[in-house]
Structures are given as structure tokens and as C-alpha cells.
């Protein structure tokens, strides 16, 4: 078996606004959107649909967003787990203390910046879904 990609695939109780924060406080781009209908891609979110799955991109970084009701009936496993995470999703980034300072300006729920044991310099942001985003870079 050979792995090629990790993309994980959040369950959230709301596209627009899952897509919105990552494009605001996280600089991903919208990818494509799935509407109610399931039926084609969209490249944008149009006016007049309701949407159950997004893909955004930033760099090498993927995440998929899918609404509740569709996540719970396509991967069974989670139909009695709450939405958020008890894992983190840790990604190695280039300018850590400008990017720390942005978020922490914006007021959101983010750690302190600190230089660990392991030589990195990092810190963790909680999304508006309850999921962890870790954010790292090199020590100097």
C-alpha cells in the first residue's frame, strides 16, 4: 500500500460559515462546493443553493467540509461523536510570530506562541467548529 495524500474531512454544521473563517482568518481558497441537490460541482458559492461539502486549499493543505447531516450518513462511525476534535491538525508554517499576532488581533481563541523542548516555535488555534489547528516553525 502506498499513501499519497491525507485530506481530512471535517463534519460541520455549516458550509458557508466554515468556508468563510478558513478564507478570513486562515487564507485557504474555496475549491468547490457540493449543494443540497448533490448533483455537480460548483467552483463558487451560488445565492440560491444550500451547500453539504466543501474542499479548500492553501499551499500543500487540503481540508474537506462536509455538513452534518451528510457526514453522520456517509461515514457511520461518527453518528454518536460530537462535532469537534481530540486530535490537532499540526501544520508546519513560514512566519509564525506575524501569523500569531494576526489571529491574536482578530480576537480569536488561540494559545500563546511558545518555543518547545522538540525546537519549534508554535501555537494552536480553535476553529468554529471546535477543531484544533496547530501552527509551527523552526526556532531560530
Same mark, same amino acid.
Given at each position: 500500500? +502506498?499513501? $499519497?495524500?491525507? $485530506?481530512?474531512?471535517?463534519?460541520? $454544521?455549516?458550509?458557508?460559515? #466554515?468556508?468563510?473563517? @478558513?478564507? %478570513?482568518?486562515?487564507?485557504?481558497?474555496?475549491?468547490?462546493?457540493? $449543494?443540497? &441537490?448533490?448533483?455537480?460541482?460548483?467552483? #463558487? /458559492?451560488?445565492?440560491?443553493?444550500?451547500?453539504? @461539502?466543501? *474542499?479548500? !486549499?492553501?499551499?500543500?493543505? =487540503? /481540508? *474537506?467540509? !462536509?455538513?452534518?447531516? #451528510?457526514? +453522520?450518513?456517509?461515514?457511520? /462511525? &461518527?453518528?454518536?461523536?460530537?462535532?469537534?476534535?481530540?486530535?490537532? /491538525?499540526? *501544520?508546519?508554517?513560514?512566519?509564525?510570530? %506575524?501569523?500569531? !499576532?494576526?489571529?491574536?488581533? +482578530?480576537?480569536?481563541?488561540?494559545? =500563546?506562541? +511558545?518555543? #518547545?523542548?522538540?525546537?519549534? !516555535?508554535?501555537? @494552536?488555534?480553535?476553529?468554529?467548529?471546535? @477543531?484544533?489547528?496547530?501552527?509551527? %516553525?523552526?526556532?531560530?
Amino acid at each position: 500500500m +502506498k499513501i $499519497s495524500k491525507l $485530506s481530512p474531512n471535517f463534519e460541520v $454544521s455549516d458550509i458557508r460559515k #466554515t468556508v468563510a473563517f @478558513y478564507t %478570513e482568518h486562515f487564507g485557504f481558497k474555496l475549491i468547490m462546493a457540493v $449543494s443540497e &441537490s448533490q448533483y455537480g460541482i460548483d467552483q #463558487t /458559492f451560488a445565492e440560491n443553493k444550500e451547500y453539504v @461539502y466543501a *474542499m479548500m !486549499q492553501k499551499d500543500n493543505v =487540503e /481540508f *474537506m467540509f !462536509q455538513r452534518t447531516d #451528510t457526514f +453522520k450518513n456517509d461515514v457511520v /462511525f &461518527s453518528k454518536d461523536l460530537s462535532i469537534g476534535a481530540t486530535v490537532s /491538525f499540526y *501544520m508546519d508554517i513560514e512566519g509564525i510570530k %506575524e501569523f500569531h !499576532q494576526k489571529l491574536k488581533n +482578530k480576537n480569536l481563541q488561540i494559545t =500563546e506562541l +511558545k518555543t #518547545t523542548w522538540y525546537g519549534m !516555535q508554535e501555537f @494552536y488555534a480553535k476553529d468554529l467548529n471546535g @477543531y484544533i489547528l496547530g501552527f509551527a %516553525e523552526k526556532a531560530e
